[in-house]
């Protein structure tokens, strides 16, 4: 090639047959926010031929010195066994769905049959832990003293302080059988969602005068919650 005009020459991708595609990958890398685990993020990479012959996006492949890694990163396929002609463009998602907490780091390469043959891509994400599930019981609240002989009703509100809803799923009493938890406001079964409120109760009737103590537990999707109950039952005046 001779080139005569005083202008700045642009380079021009040549093979041993004439032109050559090049490829350009917008952009060249990707970092994910903070994804939760079990959760997954998505981001779009687009392909543009900025040469002067057309090329063939051969394969995508994700890998990763760190164990693991490579597999919480995957690629969409609609850009594989694609021709883009000059200034032809193809784009992709690029999803990470972390299976730990941490960072994870690994590189996407596409292979072509432009200029060069392959382009890398660094991936970068974070995961992290999912928000706990929490519930909250204030103390339960007795008739003092309880009467011996009477149905007594003790009542404590049940809340759910956390970012993330809460499946309720049974009460017992670990010592005492004579006590009867309930639910009360809310049945087994419900979802107490952040920020509502839900009473239960606790009754018994004792014949004989003293002080009983049961532990109420109560069972769903966030930790067991117990509450020690102590009852003074006495004569009916």
Do not use: W
Not at 75 to 83: A, K
């Amino acid at each position: 090639l001779t080139h005569t005009a005083n202008q700045p020459v642009s380079p021009v991708a040549l093979s041993a047959n004439g032109l050559l595609g090049e490829l350009q990958v917008m952009p060249s890398s990707l970092a994910f926010s903070p994804t939760t685990k079990g959760a997954s993020s998505t981001q779009s990479l687009q392909l543009k031929n900025v040469g002067a012959a057309s090329l063939r996006i051969a394969s995508l492949s994700v890998a990763s010195a760190q164990t693991g890694a490579a597999a919480m990163f995957s690629t969409g396929s609609t850009c594989t066994g694609v021709d883009l002609a000059a200034n032809g463009t193809c784009s992709f998602t690029v999803a990470y769905a972390p299976t730990a907490a941490g960072t994870h780091a690994a590189t996407l390469t596409i292979n072509h049959t432009g200029l060069g043959a392959q382009k890398a891509v660094p991936l970068n994400g974070t995961g992290t832990e999912p928000p706990a599930a929490l519930l909250s019981l204030t103390d339960f609240v007795c008739p003092s003293p309880a009467q011996s002989g009477v149905l007594t009703v003790c009542g404590a509100t049940l809340s759910n302080p956390s970012t993330v809803p809460v499946t309720l799923s049974g009460v017992g009493t670990s010592s005492n059988t004579s006590f009867v938890p309930g639910l009360q406001g809310c049945a087994a079964g419900a979802t107490l969602n952040p920020g509502q409120t839900c009473a239960v109760q606790l009754s018994a009737t004792f014949s004989v005068v003293g002080t009983y103590t049961t532990t109420y537990q109560l069972n769903s999707t966030a930790p067991t919650l117990s509450k020690t109950v102590s009852l003074a039952v006495q004569a009916p005046v």
